[in-house]
């Protein structure tokens, strides 16, 4: 998502004399940060003592700071802290990323332009007055950390964006369970992203809208999409996609990014339909989750911002000595599936409908959740390995005729046990791939506890 977002750099160095030299190396530099950051835009390098110039680049920067979402500061060598500060007074909501260029050899030996003197200056003072920051000083000998400036500029953009967002709840904490009561004026005041609350009855109503032509093109790609087990019955093809083309109009009317809905206390109870199969569908669209469970669509919708590989929720199901088994029952965003994609008439529960049923990717994976505590926002996340989990399936049907639902077994190795101990709540999203320093830079920008 990061090509929505400016990223602006410039470079600064307290050499007059020797001001060429230290341009060239922060020009060198350029380039192996552009083949990582998107959108990368170079001010230009100056010298500290330049009034006239730094105050060009400040209007600059000032005139853009809207679309700006990073700030790159390249230290070539010493440079006085007041300069950068006055360059980027207003910038304080926007994460400042300082790196810190290491000295060279030549034939008489070292050349070190004290970079690291100038870097731990500036630090001093971007922590005292409250920037959001990261100092990054490459070490003798060593590469610039690229994959570390590439997650602090996606986790930037996360953190700009989602001030713009707007997600959707039908209905409230669904069964009335506490992890899903959501504070809307938190999520807003941490994160800024709004909550709002729709009633199953504009659902309702919306589908009394449609036109036969649309469910129609809707059943006949469902159809062809998915491999069936057993017969499913007309009936919930017909309701699957009565609530699914009724949803994706209110989500493309209102603009949301990401919908959660009521499942066994909602459409369950009121028309006996579990709505997982419509969630799946919508969830290859926009993030969505089951339950309400609004703190987990906040954190999915970051890590959409941050991750190109689509993010779902799983809840745990069984704990192993190094590894925990965790599922879903029915419900799994369609690109996360593996080819068939499979499906099945639900009948756990007594509630109607359609389950995904369809086996899940493999692979390295972070575990994460977002949740309240004391009038705080909070995280708890892990690193693992998903793979294929051993057959079970859940109490409530009855004999053994329980689908295989989609589902991970998560190695966690010897964390295991401490992560076990600190679960935070039933719902974890899972993400492939290593997202843990994204998430804690977004959660340092965002004021987010890491548990």
Partial sequence: ????????????????????????????????????????????????????????????????????????????????????????????????????????????????????AGSSLLKYSLNNLDFKFHVDVQKNGEEINMNKLSDFTYAAAAFKNLKDIKIASVGYACSNLPPFMYDGNLIRKITGVEVENIDLIEVSEKIKTLKKSELNEYKEKFINEFEFSGNVPESAINTQAEFSVAIEKIVDENNYKAITMKCGSGTGKYFKFSPCMVLSYIGSKIDAICECDVYNLVLQVALSEMS??????????????????????????????????????????????IMNISDLYEGSVTVSTLFPNEGRLNMHMIKGTGQNPELFQEEGWAGWKGPKIPSLEIKLGEDADYFIENIKGPHYMVTYGDVTQKLRFFAYFSGINIS
């Fill in 308 to 353: 190109a590989c689509k993010s779902m929720f799983l809840e745990f199901f069984e704990f192993y000595k190094e590894s925990v088994l965790m599922a879903s029952c029915g419900f799994a965003p369609y690109s996360i599936c593996k080819i068939p994609k499979k499906a099945i008439a639900r009948d756990w529960g007594g509630d109607g409908g």
């Fill in 1 to 116: 998502m990061q090509n929505r977002n400016k990223v602006v750099a410039f470079g600064m160095c307290s050499y007059a004399h020797d001001f060429l030299a230290m341009e060239k190396r922060v020009k060198d530099t350029i380039p192996f940060i552009s083949g990582k950051i998107n959108n990368l835009n170079y001010l230009g390098t100056y010298d500290d003592i330049d009034l006239h110039k730094l105050s060009e680049l400040k209007r600059s920067i000032d005139k853009d700071l809207a679309a700006i979402s990073c700030i790159i500061i390249i230290l070539s060598g010493w440079a006085q802290s007041p300069p950068i500060l006055r360059v980027i007074n207003n910038c304080k909501n926007i994460p400042v990323y300082v790196i810190g260029l290491a000295g060279y050899y030549t034939e008489k030996g070292l050349i070190a332009p004290a970079s690291a």
